[in-house]
């Protein structure tokens, strides 16, 4: 059963408690709240203003799992806290680990400090979490996607404008190291697994049957990435990861060598980015 006394305790603490660093937010010459205002809350929460306070005064509705992962993702909570919001909302917690989305606040401090980068955290099957304002620019809003497309690996093999970039032998190598990755995370998670109902989905794909059907495990890729941007065209990036071993999850930064092209291209990008896309 919920608590709503207790919710909108814990929630109204945790809302005072932040500052807009702390969530990649600009404070202003003239602040005077103590903490996150409700209506910034809301929105890191992706819920409106009025659904939110009504949470905080106790009247609210009885909040689905998804609006509780929501507001536990949004407030920058730890797992420990998501789990406490959870059981007073009247949930079962979600699971902890690598099946898990939940980011953790470490994570996100980091990533909402990457204003002027590149940056994006994804799970161990690839699938993008939450990205940097230039990350939605340099590879498009991947919230947007849906089911096993996900996945970087599923798009690999599904999706030919992902592997246009590269070369031929770079394709190849590329698929030996998403193939080998996903029969190491089978292994690791087993045959109920999300990895194992990803590779039965690509059974179907005859570029993915060949390299799995080599049995490779252990091949690594390179950190150097091939993006081919619509408006500033192809740039090559160094790709460094930061582990959560937690959740398993990895926060993924792109940078170009200071003076290469790309380089150039980059700071173009951050422009472009920055402008709204025309109808």
């Not at 200071?258 to 990008?269: I, M, Q």
Request: hydrophobic content about 35%; glycine content about 8%; overall charge neutral.
């Amino acid at each position: 059963m919920i608590d709503r006394a207790g919710l909108a305790a814990f929630l109204r603490h945790r809302r005072e408690s932040l500052q807009p660093e702390d969530v990649g937010m600009p404070r202003g010459p003239r602040r005077r709240t103590q903490g996150l205002r409700r209506e910034e809350v809301a929105a890191l929460c992706h819920m409106s203003t009025d659904y939110y306070a009504r949470l905080e005064r106790g009247t609210g509705p009885h909040p689905s799992e998804q609006m509780i992962a929501s507001i536990a993702q949004g407030l920058h909570l730890s797992l420990d806290e998501r789990d406490h919001v959870f059981r007073l909302a009247g949930q079962q917690p979600p699971v902890r680990g690598a099946a898990s989305d939940f980011i953790s606040p470490g994570l996100l401090r980091i990533l909402d400090r990457l204003d002027d980068t590149p940056a994006e955290i994804v799970t161990e099957l690839g699938e993008t979490l939450r990205q940097s304002p230039l990350g939605v620019a340099l590879t498009g809003d991947a919230s947007v996607r849906t089911g096993p497309e996900r996945c970087v690996g599923y798009r690999w093999f599904t999706d030919p404008a992902v592997r246009e970039p590269y070369s031929a032998a770079e394709r190849e190598e590329l698929s030996r190291v998403y193939a080998s990755g996903l029969r190491q995370l089978m292994a690791l998670r087993g045959p109920e697994s999300r990895a194992a109902q990803l590779a039965a989905l690509l059974q179907e794909n005859d570029d993915f049957r060949r390299v799995w059907d080599t049995q490779e495990v252990g091949v690594r890729p390179t950190n150097l990435k091939r993006f081919l941007h619509p408006s500033v065209g192809s740039l090559e990036l160094h790709c460094q990861s930061l582990l959560d071993p937690d959740q398993s999850h990895r926060l993924l930064v792109y940078t170009a060598v200071p003076g290469s092209d790309s380089h150039e291209k980059l700071r173009l990008l951050a422009v472009i980015g920055a402008q709204p896309v025309a109808p």
